[in-house]
């Protein structure tokens, strides 16, 4: 199982919103490059960067940030937030992103983002899929679709995505615990699907209970930058 450090920008400095609320944001360093280098010095290989600002404009903002992490250090970085149009993707990829996160446009716009996959390669991309009662949700988590996780993950793996991240709202940046048991019914329906877990993650006991359900990945924010997971932990977890 690979964990998945995550690092969100507002204002090209590192943070951590609770549930998604931008009134409650801490930052945790100014300087996500520190951040980023502090990871791949302990061995990790891959980074989840979410440019928050971004997502609020509906248009790509911290690509500088981006930039700077793909050009002075060898992480695999998947890069989201606000990537809505062709302009955003392709700074997202000059700017050195492996995988651009796709999520609320997947919802919203299907036609256009098939035809990324078709363009630029299903490879190329993670998608994003936030969940409150197995239903899709998307505008920042506040509003709830009627698409099921279920069918937006078979429709998407139809067109040649591979990897999946899936995050529970109800849960994310609460520290109270992953969703096991939805995770287990997505990885049973799709076991060749490369799972990413993320959202609710506060101790060691929960990577390994979502290392025993067959997550492929698991995407790590708050749990570390709170002290909760140490670094020496995760590293342990990601050779697990």
Not at 10 to 21: A, E, F, N, P, Y
Not at 55 to 79: H, P, Q, R, Y
Not at 152 to 180: A, E, N, R
Request: charged fraction near 20%; charge should be negative.
């Amino acid at each position: 199982m690979q964990i998945i450090p995550a690092i969100d920008i507002i204002d090209g400095k590192c943070v951590r919103l609770t549930q998604g609320d931008y009134n409650q944001k801490k930052i945790y360093n100014e300087n996500p490059l520190e951040v980023a280098k502090v990871f791949e010095g302990a061995g990790l290989q891959r980074l989840h960067l979410v440019d928050l600002d971004g997502a609020k404009a509906g248009a790509v903002k911290n690509w500088k940030v981006l930039e700077a992490l793909t050009s002075k250090t060898n992480l695999v970085i998947d890069f989201g937030g606000g990537i809505k149009q062709e302009e955003d993707l392709t700074i997202v990829f000059n700017s050195g992103a492996a995988l651009a996160t796709i999520g609320s446009l997947a919802v919203k716009n299907e036609a256009q983002f098939v035809a990324w996959l078709q363009q630029y390669g299903a490879d190329k991309f993670l998608l994003g899929a936030d969940v409150k009662d197995e239903k899709i949700a998307v505008g920042g988590w506040l509003e709830t679709t009627d698409v099921d996780i279920y069918s937006f993950i078979h429709k998407y793996m139809q067109h040649g995505i591979q990897q999946v991240f899936c995050t529970d709202v109800s849960k994310d940046g609460l520290l109270q615990g992953p969703s096991v048991e939805l995770y287990t019914n997505i990885i049973g329906r799709y076991p060749k699907l490369h799972f990413i877990a993320s959202g609710g993650v506060a101790t060691v006991q929960d990577l390994e209970d979502l290392h025993k359900i067959g997550c492929s990945g698991v995407i790590v924010g708050k749990a570390f930058y709170e002290g909760r997971i140490s670094l020496e932990q995760l590293v342990q977890m990601n050779q697990a």
